[in-house]
T-cell receptor, first 116, second 114 residues
Framework: GAVVSQHPSWVICKSGTSVKIECRSL??????MFWYRQFPKQSLMLMAT?????????EQGVEKDKFLINHASLTLSTLTVTSAHPEDSSFYIC????????????FGPGTRLTVL | GQQLNQSPQSMFIQEGEDVSMNCTSS?????WLWYKQDPGEGPVLLIA?????ELTSNGRLTAQFGITRKDSFLNISASIPSDVGIYFC??????????????FGKGTKLTVNP
């Protein structure tokens, strides 16, 4: 089955630093990847949609200069949280899809970010 | 961002009981999906529904795509302890499958007492 990995699985950083999270599709080519944020006891909220080789499309209210997304290859997308602050602490989850009608989005295991 | 109305918010049941949860939306969706999320993990797809009125089963799980395309329900029969987790509904407006973004419900937390 299709597998999506994320690295790191958890990270703790100091306020003001930048953190990069990787999302990889291990056994398929992902034309589209999505980044979600999930606060404790809440649902997944879409942050941005990323197509390989194109600029990401951000949801309303998500700062594109703060959450940098790069989808440089068909198997890798990265999310960089720049100048992280405690309110950015959350569970970040990516999903990946081969694209096209009927194709499923496969979710990664998530990355727990804690900003001190 | 937009969220679907999902209920109940939480459920506490005894092992062996049946469970039902539902999602409603003010907008029409072309696809309804149901996911399960375990603590500290990403969601896993349980059932996907593509046609209004469609009733689909996956083992002890049954889900239906409402006729109006604005609602869906998920039933779990004969619950077991490993059914514990958070269940999310999700909708897609278009028909582009995996390329289409998902709108999630708020989740139903299920606790099963042995």
């Amino acid at each position: 089955g299709a597998v999506v990995s994320q690295h790191p699985s958890w990270v703790i950083c100091k306020s003001g630093t930048s953190v990069k999270i990787e999302c990889r599709s291990l056994d398929f080519q992902a034309t589209t990847m999505f980044w979600y944020r999930q606060f404790p006891k809440q649902s997944l909220m879409l942050m941005a949609t990323s197509n390989e080789g194109s600029k990401a499309t951000y949801e309303q209210g998500v700062e594109k200069d703060k959450f940098l997304i790069n989808h440089a290859s068909l198997t890798l997308s990265t999310l960089t949280v720049t100048s992280a602050h405690p309110e950015d602490s959350s569970f970040y989850i990516c999903s990946a899809s081969e694209g096209g009608e009927g194709n499923e989005q496969f979710f990664g295991p998530g990355t727990r970010l804690t900003v001190l | 961002g937009q969220q679907l109305n999902q209920s109940p918010q939480s459920m506490f049941i005894q092992e062996g009981e049946d469970v039902s949860m539902n999602c409603t939306s003010s907008s029409i969706f072309n696809t309804w999906l149901w996911y399960k999320q375990d603590p500290g993990e990403g969601p896993v797809l349980l059932i996907a529904l593509y046609k209004a009125g469609e009733l689909t089963s996956n083992g002890r799980l049954t889900a239906q795509f409402g006729i109006t395309r604005k609602d869906s329900f998920l039933n779990i029969s004969a619950s077991i302890p490993s059914d514990v987790g958070i269940y999310f509904c999700a909708g897609q407006y278009g028909s582009q499958g995996g390329s289409e973004k998902l709108v999630f419900g708020k989740g139903t937390k299920l606790t099963v007492n042995p």
